[in-house]
């Protein structure tokens, strides 16, 4: 038996094992190889081991001589990037190691060729996500189970204005802003020790000593016993989105105090359309929108309404004789009245001078002589000083109950009528009239 066939224990080794000899030629293949390289044992045996090398390293085959003329091993994880081509034409990742040997008294060479693409996948995935972690937008900090920076990448030293040296070795804490008491560190840190991902916006302080917001998220990192190893967090600067939405807010609530401003205003414009300034009742222009609107109301409810026309005697000698300051006090003193002696819902206005026109609502005749004798009444008490003289005013009212079907133009004109027989009557008196 020669030496070569004492080779048949390479088939234990778990690596692929072609034996060479100093031609390069194969003259021993175990069996991995085929699960390894796709080729059958015995149809690697007896090809040039060029057969396995990709094509673009033509000058293996002057290398391979260089090393039989000079043998000397050379073992695996050289972290060398190794590949060999497989039986389909594909490379795959691998890694060799070569031994000399001497066997039937001529040099050969034992090739070891072990399965690296695990390790190769893993190697580019975490050279991925290195890639990936260095150029994310987002700061990403990694700290031991102590809470111990151990790498930060560069977006976190954009962030803070810190460098990964004055970082690493350091606790978050280096960032605190005093913003957040105790109690919301110490709920964080009971959040993620538990197991659990915390997610929150935190305000955190530069290097510079200046402000930003960022909200974060911190994740647990845990080994395969379920223990937790390291913390990542991952921090996103939403500085100027707080500042832009602050500004919103603060535009909205400037907006809507602005709108409540002009609600107001235009309420204040609204009242001053339809109020007489002096007497405080609504005005004529608010009686001519209002009068219409409530007779069709009580025409569809089968309602009653009176309307009460007023006028104050012999007004223009009061002017004439005391002033238009003591006038004007005398139609204050009506308004009063007749705001402070209506009933809720009733529409009392000034209608134009000296006169005064009352709605009455849900009022028949009777109701509104009433109420309009009322009122002369108290007109007719009061006593104003003007000067050392004393003045006494008194009223004419005329009333009327609206007839179904009937205007309000045409209502006015027999309330008005009905006022002109008062004072035809000799004044100080009220009177009524279908």
């Known amino acids: 038996m020669s030496e070569l066939d004492e080779t048949k224990w390479l088939e234990a080794i778990p690596d692929a094992v072609l034996v060479v000899d100093g031609q390069g030629r194969i003259v021993f293949a175990n069996q991995v190889c085929q699960e390894l390289l796709g080729w059958q044992p015995d149809e690697l045996q007896g090809q040039m081991i060029e057969r396995l090398v990709p094509g673009r390293f033509s000058d293996h085959a002057a290398q391979r001589e260089g090393f039989i003329s000079a043998p000397m091993r050379r073992p695996m994880g050289l972290g060398l990037e190794l590949t060999a081509v497989h ?3 594909a ?3 691998v890694d060799i190691s070569l031994s000399p040997v001497t066997l039937d008294g001529s040099p050969h060479v034992v090739v070891a060729i072990r399965d690296v693409r695990l390790q190769h996948e893993i190697s580019e995935k975490l050279r991925l996500l290195s890639v990936a972690f260095d150029s994310a937008a987002s700061g990403i900090i990694i700290t031991d189970r102590n809470g111990r920076i151990i790498w930060v990448n560069p977006a976190i030293c954009s962030m803070t204005g ?5 970082l690493v070795g350091q606790r978050p ?4 802003s005093g913003h957040h008491d105790n109690k919301f560190y110490a709920d964080l840190w009971d959040t993620v020790t538990a197991g659990k991902i ?7 302080r530069r290097k510079d000593g200046s402000e930003y917001d960022e909200e974060q998220t911190i994740a647990p990192v845990r080994n395969h016993g379920g223990e937790i190893t390291h913390f990542i967090a991952i921090k996103l600067d939403v500085t100027e989105r707080v500042r832009a939405e602050r500004m919103l807010r603060e535009t909205r609530d400037e907006l809507a105090r602005r709108v409540i401003e002009v609600e107001s205003l235009h309420d204040q414009l609204r009242e001053q359309a339809i109020r007489d300034p002096l007497s405080n009742l609504f005005n004529r222009r608010y009686l001519d929108e209002t009068l219409p609107r409530e007779l069709a109301r009580a025409s569809r409810h089968g309602t009653s309404i009176c309307l009460v026309m007023i006028d104050i005697d012999h007004f223009k000698r009061i002017n004439d004789l005391y002033g238009h300051a003591v006038g004007d006090d005398v139609l204050a003193k ?11 819902g009733d529409v009392a206005c000034r209608y134009g001078g000296e006169e005064f026109a009352v709605m009455l609502l849900s009022a028949r005749l009777e109701d509104g002589i009433n109420i309009a004798e009322g009122w002369r009444q108290s007109f007719s008490s009061i006593a104003l000083q003007a000067g050392s003289v ?7 009212a005329g009333v009327t109950e609206w007839i179904p079907g009937e205007t309000a133009s045409a209502l006015l004109a027999r309330a008005d009528a009905t006022l002109y027989l008062a004072k035809d009557s000799g004044r100080n ?6």
């Open 162 to 166: 810190y460098c990964a040296d004055e």
């Open 87 to 89: 039986h389909s034409g």
């Open 390 to 396: 004393l003045v006494n005013c008194t009223l004419s």
């Open 334 to 344: 009506l308004g009063n009245i007749l705001v402070s002696q209506s009933r809720a």
């Open 173 to 176: 804490s280096i960032l605190k």
């Open 91 to 93: 490379e795959i990742p």
């Open 429 to 434: 008196c009220v009177i009524g009239a279908k």
């Open 198 to 204: 915390w997610r929150g916006a935190i305000i955190n």
